[in-house]
């Protein structure tokens, strides 16, 4: 399955998964495991890099939106005028459906030594290659 993902231009997102905190915390949890080959941790090291990045240019987004639909409440926080809620909620349903591209990274095969639960395997299943999982009778 993954090795189509990386082909060509590159893996697509959509931008609510940078709101996902269990993805966010898959990810960390993926780039602090040690026993990655060098070569592969590098490789996965350059993959979270790339998705901070898309992160960063989302937030900045996303706080751009709070602003222009937003007011100041009495302790310096923004936040988003009753009035404004609609325009403000689509505006975020439309940021949230937008797709990005993390290009320039190679796959590397999943390493079996890491440990996580069904949900966590679910979420980086098309970031890593699974093979190593498939039976050889086994399809997609």
């Known amino acids: 399955i993954s090795e189509n993902i990386w082909k060509g ?27 990655f080959p060098p070569k592969d941790a590098y490789w996965f090291n350059r993959f979270v ?3 901070a990045s ?3 240019d989302f937030n900045d987004v996303r706080n751009k939106l709070i602003k222009k639909y937003g007011e100041p409440d009495e302790e310096g926080n923004t936040k988003v005028a009753e009035v404004h809620i609609p325009a403000f909620s689509t ?3 439309e940021l949230m459906g937008e797709e990005f591209e993390i290009e320039g990274v190679k796959p590397i095969e999943f390493p079996v030594d890491l440990k996580l639960s069904p949900i966590e395997m ?8 699974m093979s ?3 039976d050889d009778d086994d399809e997609d």
């Open 9 to 35: 231009s590159g893996m697509k997102y959509r931008n609510e998964i940078l709101m996902n905190p269990k993805f966010m915390e898959t990810l960390q949890k993926c780039n602090e495991f040690e026993d």
């Open 49 to 51: 890099k790339k998705m």
């Open 54 to 56: 898309a992160s960063e």
């Open 91 to 93: 505006a975020m349903g």
């Open 122 to 129: 679910g979420l980086v299943e098309e970031i890593f290659d």
């Open 132 to 134: 190593v999982f498939l």
